[in-house]
């Protein structure tokens, strides 16, 4: 990922994030010099730049001449931040009530998607979080698996191999490749397969398949605790 798919991954469009970068690069420039370098039309060149100022992400400068100047990284960085936090408050205060008469079987594919619904499951658990998984797969959710152990949130893991996360109870024993179990707070759960380019998974909150699944983790945490009996990490 390039700098300027990373910005619109932040709400940027593409001309705005073409432009930021070319103020950034080049300093202080009017519409016709950021068309010029970026090789977009004048007239959508001044329309993005007038949007990035409109948003905060571009200042105009005072001068003979309309210029714009990008907003320091870090400035942005912290705005961005600031933003973002208001609005996941405001979405959780005004959200209409969830209607959970129902658990239903939601699939899950891709391996991209499925690792986000990992990261998804583990950033909301705030009691306990079970996982088995390759360590491959570890790899690719250990920032998560972090600060779910910073906010006090009892991590179990069992892999392929030993994969050391401070904090955390890791188990391994020999484990099918591409198996992916997790279980978060005892109430969601996340089973399937998720190979090096593939995945697909079924989430769900059903009781039946929470169950099911928390059977088939106790029994291989049972196997390893046999070789590790101080450990404490039974679903």
């Not at 986000?116 to 390759?134: E, F, G, N, P, V």
């Not at 790899?139 to 906010?151: K, T, V």
């Not at 997790?182 to 009781?207: M, P």
Request: charged fraction near 25%; charge should be neutral.
């Amino acid at each position: 990922m390039d700098f300027t798919t990373t910005l619109e991954t932040l709400g940027f469009t593409g001309q705005e994030a073409a432009l930021y970068r070319a103020l950034l690069e080049h300093g202080a420039l009017n519409g016709y010099e950021a068309a010029k370098e970026t090789g977009i039309s004048r007239s959508n060149a001044y329309h993005a730049l007038a949007s990035l100022v409109d948003k905060g992400f571009a200042d105009r400068v005072d001068g003979d001449s309309t210029r714009y100047a990008a907003l320091p990284p870090e400035d942005l960085a912290a705005l961005l931040r600031r933003r973002t936090e208001t609005g996941i408050g405001s979405m959780l205060a005004l959200a209409p009530a969830r209607k959970t008469d129902s658990a239903p079987f939601l699939s899950v594919s891709g391996r991209d998607k499925v690792l986000q619904k990992m990261r998804i499951l583990i950033d909301s658990a705030r009691d306990r979080a079970y996982l088995s998984c390759t360590t491959d797969d570890l790899d690719e959710i250990r920032p998560s698996l972090e600060a779910a152990l910073a906010r006090g949130a009892r991590i179990t893991i069992l892999s392929n191999r030993p994969w050391p996360l401070e904090g955390a109870v890791c188990l391994s024993r020999r484990k099918a490749r591409g198996q992916v179990r997790l279980i978060a707070d005892g109430a969601r759960v996340l089973t399937g397969e998720l190979a090096a380019t593939t995945g697909a998974c079924v989430l769900s909150e059903n009781i039946h398949l929470v169950s099911l699944i928390k059977d088939s983790l106790t029994h291989e945490i049972e196997l390893v605790r046999s070789r590790t009996p101080d450990k404490d990490d039974s679903p």
